[in-house]
């Protein structure tokens, strides 16, 4: 039986690597065998054995140049009292003035007395790939007096967004791009007092973890010392146990051992300290984000000072997407199908036709 | 000229010159006196959970006042108001004592509807001026306890960008009850920049609302340089941003008390680093205007308030004045022999006699005339 070598040469993936210390190191997704058997994939999943060089794999690439010329769509929303710094986090994460606080607001606006949601998009583009950035602020969340039901208008808008995206695709002419507003994720400032989650923080949290991804962070962590941190964050897990409130990556969703694995770590270190600031300083003659004391130079991306990077890296690097999907698979889904089952079917909206009893 | 001033003051400390009476003595007498009977003083702490009152307070007067503390968790917190909680220390220093009452705020600004938090702490402070009048119009004045709040320290949070709408409400309404001294908590979360910018603001929102928070008074004039330089730093400083800390850390070889962390230490005595030094200079050297402006300012309103809505106050149904005068002079005569007081119990007895006749004098020209203009 003569050999059948497969080409040295391939196109390599286009899939970005995840980081190392989000997963443990797989095997590649090419492994020459000198069988020839060319076995694909990651390994789970026996399929037939190939005799030659398809190129099924290029499908990836195709993908990727499909998803470089349209760009996608990535919205964020920011909750917590004011002064956590909110808008200096998301600056700090998308490395660019993204956040409200550079375009029209100044920081001595007196705190609103209602909540209101106020939202600006960006284009940012890095490596040819386009990401159309909206970040939805909150401003007004629990600065008042009496904070009863202030999550309401953040509830509402969030189920709004549903309801568009939920008219757009049930109508009869779609469009072939539906303009995706809703929310992917939110981020939760933690105030770090160092002691518990506020009763706030309690009701937030369980009155949205099933409506939207969220993801708590401790915020202007310079403020604990390190025993403080892993305490605060140690007691704060406790809580939303206690309480069942489940954060992303929630754990009924992972699809496989890997992701199990993958998102054991992440929720171990959850939630994470951050410190945001768009300052830079000189520091041991690197050029660094930080904050400047008189005691010492807080690193932004230092990960023995605090935890940014990791939740750069898990946001942005690695879930991007998968907070995409569970936005439209789960929580879309779930919204979708309370709709139906409410109004016993919805009507097509269509432009001057009969309308047709919606076949959902 | 001087060489008769000189003989002149010889002349005076010396006992055995004529012209000599002796009276120049008398602070070290009443010195002695104060120092034999201890000083008490009230101290209220309020402020959002977490803002490191209590460590500030363990390091103010470098004692443990809280040891065995339990944090609540949220879930815990949800059914709780606010509560009182007055804790007593005593310390001493160099044979001075003081009697330090802390009195605690836990559970203020927890709840998700904070509207009702400060009742509980006003009621508290009126409850202490209404029992100190009382005692006041008692027959036996001789072991007054008093109980009221000396000075209120207000917890800001760093982390806004300036009062919250809680913080102002909260000030409007003891302002005029207790003396405020609003405190930075958590100062070393604020670069320096940041620092100066958050007290201007909470200085013109202070200046905005009309709220009365306590001023140092200036130096007097025959006080030393030093002094009046320390006076004008500690108000110039106002609100104090400080840190506090229970630990010792090692730093640049000595041991010091701060705060460590990856970057750097943080130290709490360090003037540098935070104003705790300041913070505790102005107690000190203050404690006793604080107690002063508490009685003459604050007492003074809730009682003429007080006896306006009217009421009994004692058993026997008399108003006493009690004027600072009076009180120094019956000081003495605590510790007198026994014909000094029994002729001070008469004595109260004229009074008490003359004052309930020009009341009931009073009385019945009110009714008398009830739309009198001068009334």
Not at chain 1, 194 to 216: A, C, T, W, Y
Not at chain 2, 312 to 333: D, E, M, N, Q, T
Request: net charge neutral; charged share 25%.
């Amino acid at each position: 039986m003569s050999e059948i070598v497969p080409p040295e040469v391939r196109p390599k993936p286009a899939v970005p690597a995840k980081p190392s210390h989000v997963a443990p190191p797989s095997s590649g997704p090419f492994v020459p065998s000198p069988q020839g058997t060319g076995g694909e994939g990651q390994g789970s999943g026996r399929g037939s054995a190939l005799l030659g060089y398809i190129g099924i794999d290029t499908i990836i690439e195709q993908m990727r140049k499909k998803t470089m010329k349209t760009g996608f769509d990535f919205n964020i929303m920011v909750v917590g009292q004011s002064g956590l710094g909110k808008s200096t986090l998301v600056n700090t994460l998308f490395k660019s003035q993204v956040s409200r606080r550079s375009t029209s607001w100044s920081r001595d606006e007196k705190i609103p007395k209602t909540v209101e949601i106020k939202s600006a998009s960006h284009v940012i583009e890095e490596g040819g790939v386009k990401m159309k950035l909206t970040v939805v602020d909150t401003p007004g969340f629990g600065d008042q007096i009496n904070n009863e039901n202030c999550w309401e208008p953040i509830s509402k808008y969030i189920n709004e967004q549903y309801e568009k995206f939920l008219k757009e695709e049930v109508n009869i002419a779609r469009k072939k791009r539906i303009p995706d507003t809703r929310v992917h994720c939110c981020l939760y400032f933690i105030s770090p007092t160092g002691h518990s989650l506020r009763q706030l923080d309690i009701e937030f949290m369980k009155h949205l973890s099933r409506v939207v991804n969220i993801i708590p962070v401790i915020a202007k962590s310079d403020t604990l010392t390190l025993d403080e941190k892993t305490e605060f964050k140690q007691r704060v897990r406790k809580e939303l146990e206690a309480c069942g409130i489940e954060c992303y990556p929630q754990k009924e969703f992972d699809e496989d051992m890997e992701d199990k694995s993958d998102n054991d770590k992440i929720r171990e270190a959850m939630p994470f300290a951050v410190v945001g600031s768009d300052k830079e300083y000189q520091v041991n003659g690197k050029r660094v984000l930080g904050r400047k004391t008189a005691w010492g130079v807080v690193e932004v991306e230092n990960p023995n000072h605090c935890e940014f990077s990791l939740l750069r890296d898990f946001m942005i690097r690695s879930h991007l997407q998968d907070l995409k999907e569970v936005t439209h698979n789960i929580h879309y889904e779930t919204y979708r199908a309370k709709r139906l089952n409410d109004n016993g079917g919805l009507h097509p909206i269509s432009s001057g036709q009969d309308t047709q009893e919606s076949n959902l | 000229m001087s060489q008769a001033d000189k003989m002149k003051q010889g002349q005076l400390t010396n006992p055995e010159t004529p012209g000599y009476v002796g009276f120049a003595n008398l602070p070290n007498q009443v010195h002695r006196k104060s120092v034999k009977k201890g000083f008490e003083f009230t101290l209220m702490v309020v402020g959002e959970s977490g803002l490191g009152k209590s460590t500030l307070i363990n390091s103010l007067f470098l004692t443990d006042l809280y040891p065995e503390r339990v944090i609540p968790g949220a879930a815990e917190k949800i059914e709780r108001t606010v509560q009182i909680e007055a804790s007593t220390v005593e310390i001493e220093e160099r044979g001075v004592k003081l009697r330090l009452t802390v009195v605690d705020t836990p559970g203020y600004g927890d709840a998700i509807n904070s509207q009702d938090c400060f009742n509980t702490i006003i009621s508290y402070i009126d409850d202490q001026f209404e029992r100190y009048l009382h005692d006041e119009s008692g027959l036996n004045r001789r072991h007054i306890v008093d109980n009221r709040v000396h000075c209120c320290f207000y917890f800001i949070s760093p982390l806004g960008h300036g009062m919250k709408p809680l913080d102002v409400q909260f000030m409007k309404a003891i302002h005029n009850k207790v003396n405020v001294v609003p405190v930075i908590a958590k100062a070393d979360t604020l670069t320096l920049r940041e620092r100066e910018r958050l007290k201007r603001r909470i200085l013109d929102e202070i200046d905005e609302h009309g709220i009365k928070i306590y001023h140092l008074p200036d130096a007097e004039s025959d006080e030393d340089e030093d002094f009046k330089e320390q006076t004008r730093i500690l108000k110039t400083s106002i609100p104090f941003a400080v840190v506090g800390s229970n630990q010792q850390i090692e730093a640049k070889g000595k041991k010091v008390r701060g705060r460590l962390y990856p970057w750097g230490v943080v130290e709490v005595e360090n003037p540098e680093h935070n104003d705790f030094l300041k913070l505790r200079t102005m107690l000190i050297t203050h404690m006793q205007d604080l107690q002063e402006v508490t009685q003459d300012l604050h007492y003074e309103n809730f009682r003429s308030e007080r006896l306006k809505r009217g009421g009994r106050l004692s058993s026997h149904g008399y108003i006493l004045p009690l004027s600072p005068a009076y009180v120094l002079l019956c000081l003495p005569f605590s510790t007198s022999s026994l014909d000094i007081h029994e002729k001070n119990q008469s004595f109260l007895r004229r009074m008490q006699e003359m004052i309930a006749k020009m009341q009931a004098q009073m009385q019945k020209q009110g009714e008398g005339d009830g739309d009198s203009p001068h009334l």
